[in-house]
């Protein structure tokens, strides 16, 4: 079972950036990104495959980076130019269940969580 351990959360002023890291302890073909914000459900921000091509959301598209190191087995998040519309507890997940195409759509790992606040 593979496990992941997110870290670099942090409070971040409006049109800043910020980089959120995911150490998993083994390798996983596909990795993602998710989030959850208070009162909401859980929302996709970016998966990653193992050739290390991505897809984002279109929320975050343009402005987070999603990126994987496959031989350290870790995936990052490169926020740029944050709104409050991204505060949100951001988890790190592997161990994909099932495949749409390339690319994991469900995934059986997830981390505990960092938070990410984002003020003006």
């Known amino acids: 079972q593979v496990q992941l351990v997110e870290s670099g959360g942090g409070s971040v002023q409006t049109g800043g950036s910020l980089e959120l890291s995911c150490q998993a302890s083994?390798?996983?073909?596909?990795m993602g990104w998710f989030r959850q914000a208070p009162g909401k459900e859980r929302e996709e921000v970016a998966i990653?495959?193992?050739?290390?091509?991505?897809i984002y959301s279109d929320s975050v598209k343009g402005r987070f980076i999603a990126s994987r190191n496959i031989v350290k087995n870790t995936l990052s998040l490169q926020m740029n130019r944050v709104t409050s519309e991204d505060t949100a507890m951001y988890y790190c997940?592997?161990?994909?269940?099932?495949?749409?195409?390339?690319?994991?759509?469900?995934?059986?790992?997830w981390g505990q969580g960092t938070q990410v606040t984002v003020s003006s």
């Open positions: 997940a592997a161990t994909c269940r099932s495949y749409n195409g390339t690319f994991c759509r469900t995934f059986g790992t």
């Open positions: 990653v495959n193992s050739a290390g091509r991505a």
């Open positions: 083994a390798y996983s073909a596909a």
